[in-house]
């Protein structure tokens, strides 16, 4: 069974810091692309951040440039995002998501975690 489990969500300040992490198990890890996406509350998905299988490039949309840092460990098949200068416009529920290759379609999801930005 493919499982996607993000963890790490919660409630900090504005210009505080959060790391969330995904640790995926039922295929082979290391060979797909991975994000991270979010949705706000009534809102629709926003792309945050891709690594590719091996960890060797990354990719960032604009709005999470040098506050948001992705990386992977292929050994424990574990992403991590860190949040850092969290915004209030940055509460949203954080996924993780496997695709085969970057810009492929998502092959898994899991479930979310509920990231809370306010004072």
């Known amino acids: 069974e493919v499982q996607l489990v993000e963890s790490g969500g919660g409630l900090v300040q504005p210009g505080g810091s959060l790391r969330l992490s995904c640790v995926a198990s039922g295929f082979t890890f290391s060979d797909y692309a991975m994000s991270w996406v979010r949705q706000a509350r009534g809102k629709g998905l926003e792309w945050l951040s891709t690594?590719?299988?091996?960890?060797?490039?990354?990719y960032y949309a604009d709005s999470v440039k040098g506050r948001f840092t992705f990386s992977r460990d292929n050994a424990k098949n574990t992403l991590y995002l860190q949040l850092n200068s969290l915004k209030t416009e940055d509460t949203a529920i954080y996924y993780c998501?496997?695709?085969?290759?970057?810009?492929?379609?998502?092959?898994?999801w899991g479930q979310g975690t509920q990231v809370t930005v306010s004072s």
């Open positions: 690594v590719n299988s091996g960890g060797t490039g990354t």
């Open positions: 998501a496997a695709s085969l290759w970057i810009g492929s379609e998502y092959n898994y």
